[in-house]
């Protein structure tokens, strides 16, 4: 079974950064996409970052300039490293991709990480 696993969230002061980790594991033929999205209080899940195979990123407006999104094909790994984190940065970051395993490609999703930003 195809698995996606995340680290790295935890409490920051606001201005401060944190490096977020994601890994795939299972029966995985190739990985096609990997991003993040993320869930605050009261708000519905929203796209923060998405990373191709072949390197292509993609960004949501608010995080431009102070997150970056990577990834490690050889290790089936995505990061995102947020710089510059505002108390509205809080929320629930959830790890996402898109896997080849034998016969089929399907979205697979991670438990998700707190991330708390303070003032």
């Known amino acids: 079974q195809v698995r996606l696993v995340e680290s790295g969230g935890g409490t920051v002061q606001a201005g401060g950064s944190l490096r977020l980790s994601c890994g795939a594991s299972g029966r995985i033929s190739g990985i096609l996409a990997m991003g993040w999205y993320r869930r605050a209080p009261g708000k519905q899940r929203e796209l923060v970052a998405t990373?191709?195979?072949?390197?292509?990123?993609t960004y949501a407006d608010y995080v431009k300039g102070r997150f970056t999104i990577s990834r490690d094909n050889a290790n089936n790994m995505v990061y995102l490293q947020m710089n510059s984190l505002t108390p509205e940065d809080t929320a629930v970051y959830y790890c996402?991709?898109?896997?080849?395993?034998?016969?089929?490609?399907?979205?697979?999703w991670g438990q998700g990480t707190q991330v708390t930003v303070s003032s």
């Open positions: 990373v191709a195979r072949a390197g292509t990123t």
């Open positions: 996402w991709s898109s896997i080849s395993s034998p016969g089929v490609a399907l979205p697979y």
